[in-house]
């Protein structure tokens, strides 16, 4: 079950399929800013954060998506290019890693649970990447400030980009997790050339990342 409270009043949501005779889909509203808030800190989803296409409504309990069709990055693909600032505020395109392979990982939310453990994992595994000749990319929705703040927080080695537009994310067509409420967790690898040579996704076992992407490096 998923527990969501808000003040004294609580609900849960019964898991698949019988969620899905609950849910009815219309046309989206802002949710609020503090029901986002509640719901982005108690979140046992590694990273909630409610969209500003996605809405819960009282008392009704209906549940609304605005979705939209992007381009996916395949494998053997060349990703569409971008250029985001990081936690200190610089400009950084990736076109500056073509020579080199690079992993772009997108990860929900800074200080969540499940993001905070993908972070250390990336940082206690860093100098496999370097050895691999690999930098190593990180990209949700919050802030240059936040991401300062986490990057120091947790001592991360690598950038972290700032996409709070979500607009590369739709590019390269991240797909979103919980009928588009929580934002995809979705790992990419790039070889020198710039091509895509692995695409990983698993929401709630952050750490299989570095795995899967370690063995790929291996192979390059």
């Not at 990273?47 to 395949?74: Q, R, Y």
């Not at 690079?102 to 499940?114: H, K």
Request: glycine share 6%; net charge positive.
């Amino acid at each position: 079950m998923l527990q969501i409270s808000m003040a004294a009043t609580s609900f849960s949501l019964p898991k698949h399929p019988v969620l899905t005779s609950l849910l009815s889909f219309q046309s989206s509203t802002k949710p609020s800013s503090s029901f986002s808030q509640i719901l982005s800190k108690s979140s046992q989803f590694h990273g909630l954060k409610l969209s500003h296409s996605s809405s819960l409504s009282f008392p009704s309990l209906s549940f609304s998506t605005k979705t939209s069709i992007f381009a996916k990055v395949e494998k053997g693909t060349v990703p569409p290019p971008f250029q985001l600032k990081d936690q200190d505020g610089r400009l950084v395109s990736l076109s500056k890693y073509r020579g080199k392979p690079v992993v772009v990982y997108f990860y929900p939310a800074d200080e969540s649970p499940g993001c905070t453990k993908q972070a250390c994992s990336f940082r206690d595994s860093y100098e496999k990447f370097k050895k691999a000749g690999a930098e190593v990319i990180g990209i949700s929705v919050d802030d240059p400030s936040s991401h300062k703040e986490f990057a120091k927080k947790y001592r991360l080695p690598y950038r972290l980009l700032s996409d709070e537009g979500d607009e590369v994310r739709k590019e390269w067509g991240v797909p979103s997790d919980l009928f588009g409420v929580l934002p995809g967790r979705q790992t990419y690898v790039l070889d020198k050339t710039g091509k895509v040579q692995l695409i990983y996704n698993n929401q709630f076992q952050p750490e299989k990342h570095i795995d899967e992407t370690l063995k790929l490096l291996e192979s390059l």
